[in-house]
């Protein structure tokens, strides 16, 4: 007999109605960014995993302004839906004290997106013309974890324009987070 005792079940299920796509870029919703970054990325880059323990969509979407032949931005987020274990202590761990791991990164715990979320945010601008800026969004509902990040370098702008400030980029996040999610229940 075993000392191990299997997982609590959340309600409505491990996945509670999400779904880990085989094209997560085709689910995105990103529309916040579109105003700063209005080209479409001709090839953005997906991936995907089906096991039975673990479900997992991946996309990366480069962000360009409308003149723009390289990236002035980047973008990707990540599904994961956990069959057999429970993520939430190790999410927790891992994003609450993400702060604790790597120097310089700002973590702010939010409400009202799933069970548990957090903001991870960068700036190493500091007033320069060099640096970059980054922001995460970290989401557990249920046995679903959900990631949603922006990152961008100052030297990918000209010098006469200023990419967006992170707490801008931040509020694009939770946009866009929450209607991608909706999104990956009603597919």
Same mark, same amino acid.
């Given at each position: 007999m075993?000392?191990?005792s299997a %997982? #609590? #079940?959340p309600?409505? /299920?491990?996945a509670?109605g999400y779904?880990a796509?085989?094209?997560?870029?085709?689910?995105?919703d990103?529309s $916040?960014f579109k105003?700063?970054y209005?080209?479409?990325? $001709? $090839?953005?880059?997906?991936s995907a995993l089906?096991a039975?323990a673990?479900d997992?969509?991946?996309c990366?979407i480069s962000?360009?302004k409308?003149? &723009?032949s390289?990236?002035? %931005?980047? *973008?990707?987020?990540?599904v994961?839906l956990?069959?057999?274990t429970?993520p /939430?202590?190790? *999410?927790? =761990?891992?994003?609450?004290n993400? /702060?604790?791991?790597?120097?310089g990164y700002?973590?702010?715990?939010i409400t +009202?997106? +799933?069970?548990? =979320?957090?903001?991870?945010?960068?700036d !190493? !601008?500091s007033? &320069? !013309?060099? /640096?970059?800026? =980054? %922001?995460t969004?970290a989401v557990?509902? +249920?046995?679903?974890t959900?990631q949603?990040?922006w990152?961008v370098y100052?030297?990918s702008y000209? &010098?006469?324009?200023?990419?967006?400030?992170?707490?801008?980029a931040t509020q694009?996040?939770? #946009?866009?987070t929450? %209607? #991608?999610l909706?999104?990956l229940?009603?597919t």
């Amino acid at each position: 007999m075993s000392s191990c005792s299997a %997982a #609590t #079940t959340p309600p409505g /299920g491990p996945a509670r109605g999400y779904q880990a796509t085989s094209d997560l870029c085709s689910s995105v919703d990103y529309s $916040s960014f579109k105003n700063e970054y209005p080209q479409e990325d $001709s $090839s953005p880059i997906h991936s995907a995993l089906k096991a039975d323990a673990l479900d997992e969509s991946y996309c990366s979407i480069s962000l360009k302004k409308t003149s &723009s032949s390289y990236s002035d %931005a980047y *973008f990707s987020l990540q599904v994961d839906l956990h069959h057999t274990t429970d993520p /939430g202590p190790e *999410f927790t =761990a891992q994003w609450q004290n993400y /702060g604790d791991r790597y120097d310089g990164y700002k973590v702010e715990k939010i409400t +009202g997106i +799933g069970d548990e =979320a957090y903001v991870v945010t960068e700036d !190493t !601008t500091s007033g &320069s !013309t060099t /640096g970059s800026r =980054a %922001a995460t969004l970290a989401v557990r509902d +249920g046995w679903m974890t959900y990631q949603m990040s922006w990152s961008v370098y100052l030297s990918s702008y000209d &010098s006469d324009t200023n990419p967006p400030q992170v707490d801008e980029a931040t509020q694009w996040l939770k #946009t866009d987070t929450k %209607a #991608t999610l909706e999104k990956l229940k009603a597919t």
